[in-house]
């Protein structure tokens, strides 16, 4: 499995290590270069140090190849364990909780004599903490808040680490002799934001479990084989993350897949349905009596009990399995002869099959980034990478001036950078290259330039990215003044939450998406593994509103395009279909649709 990520943590510790070492700033810098360049390379690490080509990486020197060896052979890099063994190690773990940068972990471990996370939170927590200067109580009151909320989520991982371990788990299992077929399944199957271990299905016989258990062992992101028998597996990874493999026979593949995908509430429903209808469902198949009419399949299990087949980001038991006799019934040539209040937002519009939202359907993402802000690849970068993923069209949105910190542009140099798109946009065949800019929504609700800069843009995302802390009602205020604004285009990561570090705002979502309505704003579910904001349930009132989404991947490089699997999970699970997706649609549709929306807001503003 390619160790870049993990190589990369430890050149970022490295730099919050000599931070609060004081050493010199451009040193640190450095460091959290080399930590960003193996974020972002394509190739693996390992590969181009066994080739000898590390050091022609840019960006990498001499001697961060050699430590980056060094760790490869051992396991270790020994000056960056001498740097850290300078400071206590819980002064550096204290630097994950949201808000505690290192000044303010300096603060506490220098002059507040905090040098853990325990002692950090009982302090908090008795108001024994020291005086500092710069740490007042709202600051202190936010730390508590974001550590209750880190810890809450510490037991779970986010998809962004866990859907592409699976993956190369399952990938290796394939060639396994007897092994016919590999399936990741649970919470991750059902494309949940985190999840807290991983189930993954084999389809063999009991003998092929040796080949199989010894596959695993020899894997090099195993650290422990937890157990090993004839139809389970466990294993312990290097991210701590548990994984059980479960061996079933062919016949019993369709009902193991639908019983371990879950979730345990769905299951509950389409049991009992199967009761009612005298069968009997467990993880071995469908049975009437001692006879098993059901379980190779998924799908020849639903049709027993009537249920169309739906995705597995949908089992949620929120109204999925009402649909699902629905659906049977429409492919029968029956109309159903019920209503339920979670479906009236279909209305008379329930197919015979659900028409599964795919990355085939994207036809292009409208927020990316460039070094003109705080990307790290150049605009013709971007535009190339997009060209290669097959895109119709795509909006370059580097950061407004608010955002000192990510390179912000103010106007001269927005000005500038609208040109340059669209003098690049013309050599272009095929892809429409839209001039856009992703616009701080500021704490009032105002936008973060006028609108006679505004009105120059093709393409506007309005953000928060300040302010993450507002009382629900000035939150939800704040982005309601920013979906009612006529050159809004889309709303983007609304609340600005980082998953398990950050909750960001906590508005009212549904006076929010009644806003959008109104205002004919798209809502971005925002791709990026740690933001994936919309959150599934927004997401779905949105699509139960009316209210257009749109998967972006807010890519700060070109790998990054790469994160907008997570965005159509998120949208599946908000039961979107292609249609509910603004970048599924031609670009002629897109521009009607602002077109339109523009001239209504004009009229009303003349009456």
Known sequence: MNRNREIAALFNQAADVLALLEENAFRVLGMRKVGRVLEELPEDAAVLATSGRLEETPGIGRHSAERIREYLRTGHICEFEQWASQIPAGVLQMMAISSVGVKTAHLLWREGGITSIEALQKALQTDTLPELKGLGTKKKLRILQNLEFMQAGAQRIGIGWALPLAKEYCQRLEPVAGVSQVQYCGSLRRGKETVGDIDILICAEASVAPAIAKTLENHPQTTEILAAGATKISLRTKIGLQLDFRIVPAAS???????????????????????????????????????????????????????????????????????????????????????????????????????????????????????????????????????????????????????????????????????????????????????????????????????????????????????????????????????????????????????????????????????????????????????????????????????????????????????????????????????????????????????????????????
């Open 253 to 607: 593949w369709g009902a193991a897949l639908q019983y371990f995908t879950g979730s345990k509430e769905h299951n509950v429903r389409v049991r009992e349905l199967a009761v009612k209808k005298g069968y009997k469902l467990n993880e071995w198949g469908l049975f009437q009596g001692q006879n098993r009419i059901a379980g190779e399949t998924e799908e020849g299990i639903y049709d027993v009990l009537e249920l169309a087949w739906l995705p597995p980001e949908m089992r949620e038991d929120k109204g999925e399995v009402e649909l699902a006799a629905a659906m049977f019934r429409v492919r029968q040539q029956r109309a159903p002869d019920w209503a339920d209040p979670r479906l009236e937002f279909l209305g008379r519009n329930i197919p015979p099959l659900w028409p599964t939202l795919e990355a085939t359907d994207i036809r292009g993402d409208l927020h990316l980034h460039t070094t003109a802000s705080d990307g790290t690849a150049s605009l013709e970068d971007m535009v190339a990478a997009a060209k290669r993923r097959g895109y119709q069209y795509i909006a370059i949105t580097d950061h407004s001036k608010s955002q000192i910190q990510a390179n912000g542009l103010k106007v001269p140099r927005l000005l500038e950078h609208i040109a340059a798109i669209a003098a690049l946009a013309k050599t272009v065949k095929g892809m429409t290259v839209l001039a856009g800019s992703e616009v701080d929504i500021l704490a009032d609700g105002s936008l973060d330039y006028p609108d006679d800069v505004l009105e120059q843009l093709d393409w506007v995302v309005a953000s928060p990215h300040s302010a993450l802390t507002q009382e629900a009602e000035a939150a939800t205020d704040r982005l309601i003044r920013a979906a009612s604004h006529p050159l809004v285009d889309v709303l983007g990561h609304p609340t600005g939450r980082l998953i398990a570090g950050r909750r960001g705002l906590e508005p009212e979502m549904g006076r929010v998406v009644s806003a959008a309505a109104r205002g004919g704003v798209a809502i971005e579910i925002n791709a990026n593994e740690m933001r994936l904001d919309l959150r599934d349930a927004h997401a779905h009132l949105a699509v139960q509103t009316g209210v257009p989404l749109c998967i972006n991947t807010d890519a700060h490089s070109a790998e990054q395009m790469d994160q907008l699997i997570y965005g159509i999970l998120t949208a599946r699970r908000a039961w979107a279909q292609p249609e509910n997706v603004l970048n599924t649609w031609p670009i002629e549709k897109i521009r009607q649709w602002q077109r339109q929306r523009r001239c209504e807001s004009k009229a009303a503003k003349s009456v």
